[in-house]
């Protein structure tokens, strides 16, 4: 367990130690929620999304020992995930995303394309938000972390992630009323 203890005035602070077992059910217990925020922050890329995510987890192994526990596994992968994608991000790249090979590899056809349409008009809207906005709107609605947690995994203050949150649905609602009008 981490733990903090006073040396003459001074904390200290002790690193967890995880088995590479404890690791493995650790990243199991994260990999749905984090391959899903990756995917919609890569606008649909499931193949980017994936890539980021296997890159956060070698990172987060490679850093196990930096771990201390003073937030939940699932917020430390996050944020590695979240810097991930910040770094690949800035770097220009196609941007097209390769629908066959989706079609190939989750299944979705032009049969199943009905139960996606559905949320078609919300994705783009998301898709069309600011870097920071969407991660705040998809960490908070998408995997119910609290404003708390999501400051950590975006590394910056509560009121920053809270006028994100506003101005993100502000937004989307304009977005999404304007989508509703045509």
Not at 15 to 30: C, G, N, P, Y
Not at 100 to 110: C, E, F, H, L, T
Request: hydrophobic share 35%.
């Amino acid at each position: 367990d981490s733990c903090q203890s006073r040396t003459k005035g001074r904390t200290k602070t002790h690193r967890l130690s995880m088995t590479e077992k404890q690791f493995i059910d650790e990243i199991s217990a994260v990999q749905e929620p984090l391959r899903r925020f990756l995917c919609v922050l890569c606008g649909g890329d499931a193949f980017t999304a994936d890539d980021i995510a296997q890159d956060a987890c070698m990172k987060a192994w490679l850093a196990i020992g930096k771990f201390r526990g003073e937030s939940k596994f699932s917020t430390y992968i996050m944020r590695i995930a979240y810097n991930c994608w910040c770094s690949r991000s800035s770097k220009p790249q196609d941007s097209s995303i390769d629908t066959d090979k989706n079609v190939a590899r989750y299944g979705i056809s032009p049969d199943s394309a009905d139960e996606h349409f559905k949320y078609q008009s919300l994705y783009k809207a998301i898709s069309e938000l600011n870097p920071n906005e969407k991660a705040a709107i998809l960490l908070f609605y998408m995997e119910d972390k609290e404003i708390k947690e999501i400051a950590v995994i975006m590394d910056m203050p509560e009121g920053t992630v809270k006028s994100l949150l506003s101005r993100g649905r502000t937004k989307l609602k304009i977005k999404l009323q304007d989508n509703e009008r045509f």
